[in-house]
Nanobody, 127 residues
Framework: QVYLVESGGGLVQAGGSLRLSCAAS????????MGWFRQTPGKERAFVAA????????YYADSVKGRFTISRDSAKTTVFLQMNSLNPEDTAVYYC????????????????????WGQGTQVTVSS
């Protein structure tokens, strides 16, 4: 059984920072590309960031580029999302996702690319 468990969400003031973590179990973590998505009520789940199995390739949504950083630690089987300069528009439930990848340099940005999801963690940014 594959499990992805997010943590690190919470309430932060505009301009502040949070670091989300997603701990993976039940998979060979080094063979999975990972991604972060976010969702607000009434809207579709939207891509935020992605990282390849090797960690050498990353990709970001334009709205977070330069503020968010995705990284992974194979020893801890965990993917991180460092979020800086947060603003109220970043308020959402954040989900991590995993997909088996045979390419060390590939990342995935579509929801349909991923087949395993975490339960989500709430991030609220106050103005």
């Amino acid at each position: 059984q594959v499990y992805l468990v997010e943590s690190g969400g919470g309430l932060v003031q505009a301009g502040g920072s949070l670091r989300l973590s997603c701990a993976a179990s039940g998979i060979n973590f080094s063979m999975y590309a990972m991604g972060w998505f976010r969702q607000t009520p009434g809207k579709e789940r939207a891509f935020v960031a992605a990282i390849s199995t090797s960690g050498r390739s990353t990709y970001y949504a334009d709205s977070v580029k330069g503020r968010f950083t995705i990284s992974r630690d194979s020893a801890k089987t965990t993917v991180f999302l460092q979020m800086n300069s947060l603003n109220p528009e970043d308020t959402a439930v954040y989900y991590c996702a995993a997909v088996r990848s045979w390419s060390g340099g590939s990342y995935y940005i579509r929801r349909s690319d991923y087949d395993t999801w975490g339960q989500g963690t709430q991030v609220t940014v106050s103005s």
